[in-house]
């Protein structure tokens, strides 16, 4: 159950990095409110994703996580996109592809390298 908090909280960070570069990079303000304000749809995405992922335990094993990465990706990107569409604050199609390849690296990203490490570790204590 630890690893996937763990897990969990790397996917949150790596929506929160999102929401702060992109409101630094448009000049919108970092006040707590305005990265609140952009930051729930993806927050609640996010947390749809982890939620699609329970079929394949994913606080079982790291062996999952590039599955269950992909799910939480997909929802995230998917869900956030409608969400903030539904609250009426739009999603160019250049906004999808930032935030699908952004959230694809980060939360993807993170998954790839752990797992490597841990091949790593595994090699090494051989």
Known sequence: MRFALSAFLADAVCVLAFVVIGRADHAEGLTPAGVALTLWPFAAALVGGWLATLPWRP???????????????????????QLRDAAGDGTPFAFFLVTAAFLGVTLLGWRGLALLAAARRRAAAE
Request: aromatic residues 14%; contains cysteine.
């Open 59 to 81: 606080w079982r094993t790291p062996k999952n996580l590039l599955t269950t990465g992909w799910i939480v990706w997909l929802v995230t990107v998917c869900g956030g996109m």
